[in-house]
């Protein structure tokens, strides 16, 4: 059986010989919009349940917020939707939406406030895996009768366990979880009180630009226009997601003019397409950051100084002017930039010669031996060769140990790994998002059992930095929490056994004659109303 | 000696036919067949260092609800009860629901089997009608240009990567000469014109009588059917060759040329007649093999077949969907066993 990295090899030579010119003979209809991309990923429809970037993609287009990213000025941060204002209690611990006009599910159904009491409730008692966004507002099965209610059709009222950052819930509230279901179609849809559950995996009932038509798992998803939303009607009338794995098959497709948009051509492929007057390739920077953690339950890598040594013995550089081209930038604070508070300090730059004499200055002057657990995508594995070549010249020997996704991070929740090399999204576009996995850990004992935190997965206790981490969440003045974040990443970076290295860059190629295609940036899923061709 | 009876022990046993005999050992060999092979899969799946509860949950999931998700599963009951309770539901027909496409598994297979076989039985058709005549040429012509192609063609089969070969297929007749469609089994422009009957495409086209749709479907299905075929070709001419040489070299074909028969008749009806049986298992074989599901051109071809619906979801530790295509393939193997027995009796009087 051959494997799977054999479509490399196989992508490379079929980009070397197709750099001819390809004859374009054909192009999608101009209210129609055709994407090839990678969608297997896509297990469910359901806004409470759906925790996947394909399945983001969908949501986004097909159910509308109480407060939503504007595609065309995400600097913006979140702005009313359906919600149309909101008032904070003097405690800060009730905020009350009032409800905006002309918004109408695909059904013809009115949004009210009891379809969005309706949604965040369901959100809560289905206890899904996305859920957590909401419930660590002091949501839970038992209370959301009386902290999330609609006292009219106009009206939401949502009581919190204590006072947040204002920013920080809504900012959550836009996140897939936060979409408002059309409440009359999901109940005559429900089966054995699973609350529409099993339904909207495979159907939708939103009150978006799109509605799902059709989806064929591994194969297509076919949109059409929501004949009844509220906004501008979308140029594109239709939407077909193709689920094409190919990078060099994606770009034969785009250079016939058969799709308009490719989603994940490979640095090959991309620089294949330089010359062509026909296609041009946007970059948008993205959440995901790539990074290597080192588990203290390993003695040697509890020391400041071999810790500060590998961090200077990483070819950052080298890595994104390589193999990483185009496809990821240096960062090395655990916010993305674009996000509030991203630090964007680089303190550590590839320098043999400081790490050696730091490794000298360490318990460990003779070096010591290291596995790196690393699952088996190429940029992945690539990475930790990089890794095992440049610590190996500060005298750590390191083995790689491969594995598929679900092995290595495995032994990574188990806290088994020496080094994790990996990659982390934002689940939702609050800074919290990340510093509440990368600087939360205030119970490391094994019993604590709290595998979603990566300091936990490391086995780094950090009571004093959890505590300033919980301090930026509630502090509602934005410009004070946005300092406290850059003091909090500055902290990390020195002292943490993490080495963030990366944030990724999407490149997407498109027709010439694409307008206005956004991916959704750091924060957010991409659009598709308002694209234009 | 189905029409007599025995005595033991005083009893006196019911005459049992011997077609009925057979029938039941075969019904009991491919159930025994089946449940092995099931055993073997979900005893892989269970035994894996992965742990399927974050298969289903995801990465971010609380104690709580990993712990909820764990019981769900039946994870907390023995080995052999989780095993019983799969093959129960197994036989009331639950497959169960792939925590990949959150989907009845029987839902999937169903959409994803129909695929793989429209390919495969155009890809071994192709290899087939191209495939036996060149063998019996080349063995007929031995050693000429005509034996230098097959084996060169032969070789080719073996040796190139399908990838390679499916990548510049796609590029040039696809990307550079525009002759095929892309990929995927239907043009966006032609999804859902037609009712899906059969799942096979090209036959629900045939029967609503949408021509237009058939073409597009032709379109999409001849590249990689060809790339297919010609893998079948290559495997089937060398086959051929072989067994014609064998029959060739035979004493009975010396005396049928004596005897002043015609090459056409000493060839073909003569030897070839002969190697039939053999060729019977060779292209159930290929047949087999290209039911399967292959892989690699499902993923060139964006081909949404039951190979790449089994491995990717391996990958995802989607045990149900795995086990389920599992049944399907193992049933497919069987059936097609059956099959070439069934025609060895009809082929080969000495096999009754």
């Given at each position: 059986?051959?494997?799977?990295?054999?479509?490399?090899?196989?992508?490379?030579?079929?980009?070397?010989?197709?750099?001819?010119?390809?004859?374009?003979?054909?192009?999608?209809?101009?209210?129609?919009?055709?994407?090839?991309?990678?969608?297997?990923?896509?297990?469910?429809?359901?806004?409470?349940?759906?925790?996947?970037?394909?399945?983001?993609?969908?949501?986004?287009?097909?159910?509308?917020?109480?407060?939503?990213?504007?595609?065309?000025?995400?600097?913006?941060?979140?702005?009313?939707?359906?919600?149309?204002?909101?008032?904070?209690?003097?405690?800060?611990?009730?905020?009350?939406?009032?409800?905006?006009?002309?918004?109408?599910?695909?059904?013809?159904?009115?949004?009210?406030?009891?379809?969005?009491?309706?949604?965040?409730?369901?959100?809560?008692?289905?206890?899904?895996?996305?859920?957590?966004?909401?419930?660590?507002?002091?949501?839970?099965?038992?209370?959301?009768?009386?902290?999330?209610?609609?006292?009219?059709?106009?009206?939401?009222?949502?009581?919190?366990?204590?006072?947040?950052?204002?920013?920080?819930?809504?900012?959550?509230?836009?996140?897939?979880?936060?979409?408002?279901?059309?409440?009359?179609?999901?109940?005559?849809?429900?089966?054995?009180?699973?609350?529409?559950?099993?339904?909207?995996?495979?159907?939708?009932?939103?009150?978006?630009?799109?509605?799902?038509?059709?989806?064929?798992?591994?194969?297509?998803?076919?949109?059409?226009?929501?004949?009844?939303?509220?906004?501008?009607?979308?140029?594109?009338?239709?939407?077909?997601?193709?689920?094409?794995?190919?990078?060099?098959?994606?770009?034969?497709?785009?250079?016939?003019?058969?799709?308009?948009?490719?989603?994940?051509?490979?640095?090959?492929?991309?620089?294949?397409?330089?010359?062509?007057?026909?296609?041009?390739?946007?970059?948008?920077?993205?959440?995901?950051?790539?990074?290597?953690?080192?588990?203290?339950?390993?003695?040697?890598?509890?020391?400041?100084?071999?810790?500060?040594?590998?961090?200077?013995?990483?070819?950052?550089?080298?890595?994104?002017?390589?193999?990483?081209?185009?496809?990821?930038?240096?960062?090395?604070?655990?916010?993305?930039?674009?996000?509030?508070?991203?630090?964007?300090?680089?303190?550590?730059?590839?320098?043999?010669?400081?790490?050696?004499?730091?490794?000298?200055?360490?318990?460990?002057?003779?070096?010591?031996?290291?596995?790196?657990?690393?699952?088996?995508?190429?940029?992945?594995?690539?990475?930790?060769?990089?890794?095992?070549?440049?610590?190996?010249?500060?005298?750590?020997?390191?083995?790689?140990?491969?594995?598929?996704?679900?092995?290595?991070?495995?032994?990574?929740?188990?806290?088994?790994?020496?080094?994790?090399?990996?990659?982390?999204?934002?689940?939702?576009?609050?800074?919290?998002?990340?510093?509440?996995?990368?600087?939360?850990?205030?119970?490391?004992?094994?019993?604590?059992?709290?595998?979603?935190?990566?300091?936990?997965?490391?086995?780094?206790?950090?009571?004093?930095?959890?505590?300033?981490?919980?301090?930026?969440?509630?502090?509602?003045?934005?410009?004070?929490?946005?300092?406290?974040?850059?003091?909090?990443?500055?902290?990390?970076?020195?002292?943490?056994?993490?080495?963030?290295?990366?944030?990724?860059?999407?490149?997407?190629?498109?027709?010439?004659?694409?307008?206005?295609?956004?991916?959704?940036?750091?924060?957010?899923?991409?659009?598709?109303?308002?694209?234009?061709? | 000696?189905?029409?007599?009876?025995?005595?033991?022990?005083?009893?006196?046993?019911?005459?049992?036919?011997?077609?009925?005999?057979?029938?039941?050992?075969?019904?009991?060999?491919?159930?025994?067949?089946?449940?092995?092979?099931?055993?073997?899969?979900?005893?892989?799946?269970?035994?894996?260092?992965?742990?399927?509860?974050?298969?289903?949950?995801?990465?971010?999931?609380?104690?709580?609800?990993?712990?909820?998700?764990?019981?769900?599963?039946?994870?907390?009951?023995?080995?052999?009860?989780?095993?019983?309770?799969?093959?129960?539901?197994?036989?009331?027909?639950?497959?169960?629901?792939?925590?990949?496409?959150?989907?009845?598994?029987?839902?999937?297979?169903?959409?994803?089997?129909?695929?793989?076989?429209?390919?495969?039985?155009?890809?071994?058709?192709i290899g087939v009608v191209l495939g036996v005549p060149l063998g019996v040429l080349a063995a007929v012509y031995r050693g000429s240009w005509i034996d230098q192609i097959s084996r060169f063609v032969g070789l080719i089969g073996y040796s190139?990567?399908?990838?390679?070969?499916?990548?510049?297929?796609?590029?040039?007749?696809?990307?550079?000469?525009?002759?095929?469609?892309?990929?995927?089994?239907?043009?966006?422009?032609?999804?859902?014109?037609?009712?899906?009957?059969?799942?096979?495409?090209?036959?629900?086209?045939?029967?609503?009588?949408?021509?237009?749709?058939?073409?597009?479907?032709?379109?999409?299905?001849?590249?990689?059917?060809c790339?297919?075929g010609y893998y079948s070709l290559a495997y089937i001419s060398r086959m051929t060759r072989s067994f014609m040489l064998e029959q060739l070299n035979?004493?009975?074909v010396?005396?049928?040329r004596?005897?002043?028969?015609s090459e056409w008749d000493v060839v073909w009806k003569h030897a070839f007649?002969?190697i039939?049986?053999?060729l019977?298992?060779v292209?159930?074989?290929?047949?087999?093999?290209?039911?399967?599901?292959?892989?690699?051109?499902?993923?060139?071809?964006?081909?949404?077949?039951?190979?790449?619906?089994?491995?990717?979801?391996?990958?995802?530790?989607?045990?149900?969907?795995?086990?389920?295509?599992?049944?399907?393939?193992?049933?497919?193997?069987?059936?097609?066993?059956?099959?070439?027995?069934?025609?060895?009796?009809?082929?080969?009087?000495?096999?009754?």
């Amino acid at each position: 059986m051959k494997t799977f990295t054999n479509f490399g090899k196989a992508a490379l030579v079929a980009t070397l010989l197709g750099s001819v010119a390809l004859p374009a003979f054909a192009e999608t209809p101009p209210n129609m919009l055709v994407i090839a991309n990678r969608i297997d990923d896509i297990k469910t429809f359901d806004p409470a349940e759906s925790f996947e970037f394909a399945g983001a993609d969908v949501s986004r287009n097909v159910y509308e917020k109480l407060v939503n990213f504007d595609p065309l000025d995400l600097d913006a941060g979140y702005a009313p939707q359906l919600a149309a204002s909101w008032d904070v209690s003097e405690d800060g611990k009730t905020i009350t939406f009032t409800m905006a006009d002309g918004h109408v599910f695909a059904s013809g159904n009115p949004v009210t406030a009891k379809d969005a009491e309706f949604s965040l409730r369901r959100a809560v008692l289905l206890n899904k895996t996305p859920s957590f966004i909401l419930t660590q507002f002091g949501f839970t099965a038992d209370n959301v009768e009386d902290t999330i209610k609609a006292t009219d059709d106009k009206t939401l009222v949502i009581t919190l366990d204590k006072q947040y950052a204002l920013s920080f819930v809504l900012n959550c509230l836009t996140a897939t979880i936060g979409g408002i279901v059309d409440s009359e179609t999901v109940m005559a849809n429900e089966t054995d009180g699973d609350m529409g559950n099993a339904w909207l995996r495979t159907n939708t009932a939103g009150s978006g630009p799109y509605k799902v038509l059709d989806w064929k798992p591994n194969e297509s998803v076919m949109m059409d226009l929501n004949p009844n939303y509220g906004g501008d009607e979308p140029a594109m009338k239709r939407v077909i997601v193709q689920h094409i794995q190919e990078s060099a098959t994606q770009r034969l497709q785009l250079e016939r003019g058969d799709i308009d948009i490719a989603r994940n051509l490979s640095p090959e492929d991309v620089a294949g397409l330089e010359g062509n007057a026909d296609v041009k390739v946007v970059d948008e920077l993205r959440g995901r950051l790539m990074y290597w953690s080192a588990n203290q339950k390993v003695e040697a890598l509890t020391d400041p100084k071999v810790l500060e040594a590998m961090k200077y013995a990483v070819d950052y550089k080298g890595m994104a002017d390589s193999f990483l081209k185009g496809q990821y930038t240096v960062q090395q604070a655990f916010l993305p930039l674009t996000f509030l508070g991203a630090l964007e300090d680089k303190p550590f730059a590839f320098d043999i010669e400081k790490a050696k004499s730091l490794m000298a200055e360490s318990g460990y002057p003779d070096g010591f031996d290291l596995k790196i657990s690393v699952r088996e995508a190429q940029e992945r594995i690539d990475i930790a060769q990089s890794l095992q070549n440049t610590w190996g010249q500060i005298g750590i020997n390191v083995e790689l140990i491969v594995g598929t996704g679900a092995q290595t991070l495995d032994r990574y929740r188990a806290r088994e790994h020496d080094i994790y090399v990996g990659a982390w999204g934002p689940d939702y576009p609050d800074p919290n998002t990340n510093a509440g996995t990368f600087a939360y850990n205030p119970d490391n004992s094994d019993e604590a059992g709290a595998t979603g935190l990566l300091a936990w997965r490391n086995a780094w206790g950090i009571p004093e930095m959890s505590e300033e981490t919980l301090a930026a969440v509630v502090e509602n003045d934005t410009e004070k929490r946005k300092e406290m974040y850059l003091a909090l990443q500055k902290e990390f970076q020195q002292v943490s056994p993490f080495g963030v290295m990366f944030q990724q860059i999407e490149q997407n190629a498109m027709a010439s004659s694409v307008e206005n295609f956004v991916a959704g940036g750091a924060t957010t899923a991409v659009s598709y109303w308002v694209i234009t061709k | 000696m189905a029409q007599t009876t025995s005595q033991k022990g005083g009893q006196r046993r019911l005459p049992v036919p011997s077609w009925l005999r057979k029938t039941l050992t075969t019904f009991a060999t491919v159930a025994i067949t089946l449940l092995g092979l099931l055993f073997v899969t979900f005893m892989i799946g269970r035994v894996m260092p992965i742990d399927p509860v974050l298969a289903v949950i995801g990465e971010r999931a609380t104690q709580a609800q990993y712990d909820e998700a764990y019981l769900a599963l039946g994870l907390d009951k023995p080995l052999l009860v989780q095993f019983g309770i799969y093959v129960t539901d197994v036989l009331h027909g639950d497959f169960g629901t792939s925590i990949r496409t959150g989907k009845q598994v029987s839902e999937d297979i169903a959409r994803v089997f129909p695929a793989t076989l429209e390919l495969a039985t155009l890809g071994t058709l192709i290899g087939v009608v191209l495939g036996v005549p060149l063998g019996v040429l080349a063995a007929v012509y031995r050693g000429s240009w005509i034996d230098q192609i097959s084996r060169f063609v032969g070789l080719i089969g073996y040796s190139m990567p399908i990838f390679w070969l499916g990548m510049m297929g796609l590029l040039i007749f696809y990307g550079i000469l525009g002759w095929v469609a892309g990929p995927g089994r239907l043009g966006v422009f032609y999804q859902g014109l037609v009712p899906d009957r059969t799942g096979l495409l090209l036959l629900d086209a045939m029967i609503a009588g949408d021509w237009t749709v058939f073409k597009d479907a032709l379109s999409h299905i001849i590249l990689p059917a060809c790339l297919l075929g010609y893998y079948s070709l290559a495997y089937i001419s060398r086959m051929t060759r072989s067994f014609m040489l064998e029959q060739l070299n035979a004493e009975y074909v010396t005396t049928a040329r004596v005897k002043g028969l015609s090459e056409w008749d000493v060839v073909w009806k003569h030897a070839f007649r002969n190697i039939s049986i053999q060729l019977i298992t060779v292209i159930a074989l290929a047949y087999a093999n290209l039911l399967e599901g292959s892989v690699l051109t499902e993923i060139i071809f964006a081909w949404p077949g039951i190979g790449s619906y089994i491995t990717t979801s391996l990958l995802s530790n989607d045990m149900n969907s795995v086990l389920g295509g599992t049944v399907v393939i193992g049933t497919v193997f069987v059936a097609l066993n059956i099959f070439s027995d069934l025609l060895y009796r009809f082929f080969d009087p000495r096999a009754k």
